[in-house]
């Protein structure tokens, strides 16, 4: 009975902090976005008062220079009386693998996610995706295998300034901390889920209490969940917690430099299967690169709680010229017991039209490669699914927000 | 502040505390039967008490566990050295116990034995259906070294039909001159099936008219298990059944207007919480003769690879619309149940076939008394194994792989040559894996398993 008894008190005690939450995904989901670093940097020349004359008799007038104002190190609470974002991710695709190649047309990603305002403090986010209704490779689906809607965040959140502390937290479907981290900044979302999430299989949202503190350029955030994601309620009397503790190091209009660690401890479905994780991340932004690592140490992984493993990931985008991007990503996962699965892509992206307020989108010419070995075969000793995919990626992110 | 974190670390401190097969084998119950035990609490704890009669219906019961294990990472099964990405391809059977095999009539009136159970069917590795079948022979003989034999017998047999039909030959339908076993099924089905025992049973006749004869057909096990009820259904499922009739009548125009309808409780162990109903329908005059009895049954997914690159949907439009498609290209005969058909009423995917007694299933007991009987007696079984191993080499290869081509050209290659270390192989895994099946079932036949597997809806 410990167990229950602690975690109503957990609720009960959260109550006056749980109405925190992460900044929408309308809202920039950086403060690197938010300062628009991924732009090239303006030239000083064209923003400086020309020098007077040398020859000028006339005196030179007083030149009041304004300081710029200090770069948010995270994303701002967001005020809005109401935020929309629309984001959607479209494949054509082509793979080449052993035996038949497929190609087809698919909507990867369908998402619609609004905030509205209560009050300056608090606020209630809505996010909705569209998935396919059948399992993956199945035939029992909604009248046939329809696209369906289903709730990927719902919450009420809020946030409290203290002095130097500003407190933030949310209750309900709420992001996983530790994803928000790694997708703060992710710009290749559209080629791929982060490692973490694709090769691991983590949750991008539960049923949980999230509460976040920032003191200056740190934040620590805490989530209790059941840790059974959008595909079941909660399983068991245990809960899942998971830390994320972040340091933004340099923080600068040229250069953004954070580090992330994680730490999460908790148990999937009836017969309590560990989900165990520790790791840690870079993020780096420039105004014409930006890139990211992670690696995470798993104890429990799928519906095997005595599976361990450590996986890698990593991402760089770059600006080569003007709207275009070349981009490339890897990530791996390593089984003790034996084992590797392994995705690695790049990309050629054109970006036509961009604008902060008002959204954008890209066109990907894609690759992907997926491969596996011994045990983390799909079919162990038979066929390891390994398969290149080619890809014509059209994404869009369009964000909406009454003030 | 510190305080409320310790709480939170205190309240999700989860450790787990049963062992990793022990997790493995509920979180596979659990998924398996989530739907079902939302819908239909009591009946799946009661397939549950079912699975834990003894190791043959536990391997009846855990057939999805059987192919997760054979795909999963950290698998608790040995791969198969006679693997490789075409292969891998093959339509399967999914479930080839010995007891998922039985007596059919054909269109043309021949009776023939094949495989019955076309619930879990679907696209995967040869060996992993060869597997299937030795672990079943193996348990249903309880003697590992009878078993070991009865694997070898079928997996020569395998290798054998595999090679001739990768040559061209056509391999035929079993018949009752494959063996004397079989005849005297075949034999007792056909008698049966000629004089109604099916329809009579579900629906006897007096003075004229029929009448549904609810209750129990068989008295309930003392472990509380029903082991044939048959209950009335309410209109709205009456409703279902008419839909479903409806839409399979479309291509069986000759079938007449439904009679009566009845749920039926008791059969099979894996899909004994599913939906089953028995319908009689008007036969082609006002006689009540010549009426027909339909089974429409439930069917859910069939095995699925997963991580393989695939289209995100199957190639069939419901469950059932696999599991009528797919037997009629593993069976010898298409036309083995002239009455099959699917419908899909609302989310229910449903499968339609012949009740009558020309479909008879082959009794495992059976088996096990040859097993235990006169050296006669065990070559008989030898010969029966050899049957079995044969009928799914024709299943294989006879079908057509997810890649388009004939199974056996798939399949050949891999064992040209290397007959002997197949059957080797075969026979190590299959009673390895008859092994695991044995100590799963005595790990989990004391425990309360319905309390464990679904705790929020337990009673």
Not at chain 2, 116 to 144: H, K
Request: charged share 20%; glycine share 10%; with cysteine.
């Amino acid at each position: 009975m410990i167990r229950p008894i602690a975690w109503l008190a957990t609720l009960v005690a959260s109550t006056s902090i749980a109405f925190a939450q992460p900044a929408p995904d309308s809202e920039p989901r950086s403060a690197a976005e938010a300062t628009d670093v991924v732009e090239p940097p303006v030239e000083p020349a064209t923003s400086e008062p020309a020098a007077p004359a040398a020859s000028s008799l006339a005196p030179a007038p007083e030149v009041i220079v304004t300081p710029p104002a200090p770069l948010p190190l995270f994303a701002p609470w967001s005020t809005a009386r109401l935020a929309l974002e629309l984001e959607l991710v479209s494949h054509a695709r082509y793979a080449s693998m052993a035996g038949s190649n497929l190609s087809e047309i698919r909507l990867d990603r369908g998402e619609l996610g609004a905030q509205i305002a209560l009050g300056p403090h608090a606020a209630a986010e809505l996010r909705l995706e569209a998935i396919r209704s059948a399992l993956e490779g199945g035939a029992l689906g909604i009248d046939g295998d329809s696209m369906v809607v289903r709730v990927r965040f719902a919450n009420v959140a809020g946030a409290v300034v203290m002095g130097p502390v500003t407190l933030d937290g949310a209750l309900g479907f709420v992001p996983d901390p530790w994803l928000r981290t790694l997708d703060d900044g992710y710009t290749l979302r559209p080629l791929s889920r982060s490692g973490t999430e694709r090769l691991l299989g983590w949750l991008p949202s539960d049923l949980a209490a999230v509460v976040r503190a920032s003191v200056g350029p740190a934040r620590l955030s805490i989530s209790v969940g059941n840790g059974e994601g959008q595909r079941y309620p909660e399983r068991n009397t245990g809960k899942t917690t998971t830390a994320v503790a972040e340091v933004v190091a340099v923080n600068q209009r040229t250069l953004r430099l954070s580090f992330a660690a994680v730490g999460r401890d908790g148990s999937i479905g009836v017969a309590r299967v560990r989900d165990r994780r520790a790791g840690g991340g870079a993020t780096l932004a420039t105004p014409w690169v930006q890139a990211g690592v992670e690696v995470i140490k798993a104890w429990g992984i799928g519906d095997r709680g005595d599976a361990e493993g450590v996986e890698l990931g990593g991402w760089a985008d770059g600006r080569i010229v003007d709207h275009l991007h070349v981009a490339a990503r890897g990530a791996s996962l390593g089984f003790t017991a034996g084992g590797r699965v392994s995705t690695f892509g790049g990309a050629l992206a054109v970006e036509p039209w961009r604008d902060s307020a008002r959204g954008r989108y890209r066109i990907w010419l894609a690759v992907d490669r997926i491969t596996s070995s011994g045990a983390a075969m799909p079919l162990p000793g038979a066929d390891s699914g390994d398969a290149t995919v080619a890809m014509l990626i059209v994404s869009a992110v369009a964000p909406f927000v009454l003030d | 502040m510190r305080t409320a974190v310790v709480v939170l670390f205190v309240a999700s401190c989860a450790a787990p505390d049963l062992a990793g097969r022990e997790q493995r084998i509920l979180t596979s119950l659990a998924d398996d039967n989530y739907v079902w035990a939302a819908r239909d609490p009591e009946l799946t704890r009661l397939k549950l008490v079912k699975m834990q009669r003894g190791p043959y219906e536990w391997l009846r019961g855990t057939a999805s566990l059987f192919w997760r294990d054979l795909m999963e990472p950290g698998a608790d099964r040995s791969a198969s050295s006679f693997g490789d990405p075409a292969s891998s391809r093959v339509l399967l059977v999914g479930d080839p116990h010995p007891e998922n095999a039985g007596t059919f009539r054909a269109a043309d009136g021949t009776m023939l034995v094949d495989w019955n159970d076309f619930d879990s069917t679907g696209y995967g590795p040869f060996t992993g259906d060869l597997r299937r079948l030795g672990a079943g022979l193996v348990i249903a003989a309880e003697d590992a070294a009878i078993g070991a034999e009865l694997v070898r017998r079928a997996a020569t047999a395998y290798a054998q039909q595999i090679a001739m039909i990768a040559a061209g030959q056509k391999i035929g339908p079993v018949l009752a001159s494959a063996h004397a076993f079989l005849a005297d099924e075949i034999d007792t089905a056909s008698t049966r099936g000629a004089r109604n025992f099916a329809l009579d049973e579900v629906a006897p006749a007096t003075a004229g008219v029929r009448a549904i004869a609810f209750g129990d057909l068989e008295a309930v096990a003392p472990d509380g298990v029903f082991e044939d009820r048959v209950t009335p259904v309410s209109p709205e499922v009456a409703d279902w059944i008419d839909r479903a009739i409806a839409q399979w009548s479309g291509s069986h125009p000759d079938a007449g207007a439904v009679k009566l309808r009845a749920r039926r409780v008791g059969s099979g162990v894996s899909s004994y919480a599913a939906y089953r109903f028995n319908v009689v329908l008007d036969g082609p005059t006002s006689a009540i003769d010549d009426d027909l009895v339909l089974e429409v049954k439930e069917t859910r997914e069939g095995v699925i690879i997963r991580g393989l690159p695939r289209f995100s949907a199957a190639e069939w439009d419901s469950p059932a619309a696999r599991s009528v498609a797919t037997q009629r290209r593993l069976q010898a005969r298409p036309d083995a149940d002239p009455l099959l058909g699917h419908a899909l009423v609302g989310a229910l995917s449903l499968k339609l076939r012949n009740r009558e007694a020309f479909q008879r299933g082959l009794n495992r007991d059976d088996l096990t008394a040859l097993a235990s009987g006169t050296t006669a007696e065990r070559a008989q079984l030898g010969d029966l194994a050899a049957i079995y191993g044969g009928m799914l080499a024709r299943a294989h290869g006879q079908a057509l792989t997810e890649d388009g081509v004939l199974g056996a050209i798939a399949i050949a290659p891999l064992l040209a040559g290397r007959d002997a270390a197949f059957v080797d192989d075969l026979v190590s895994l299959a009673t390895a894996d008859a092994a695991q099946v044995i100590a799963d079932h005595a790990l989990m036949k004391e425990l309360d398993l319905f309390a464990l597997v679904i705790p929020e809806v337990a009673p």
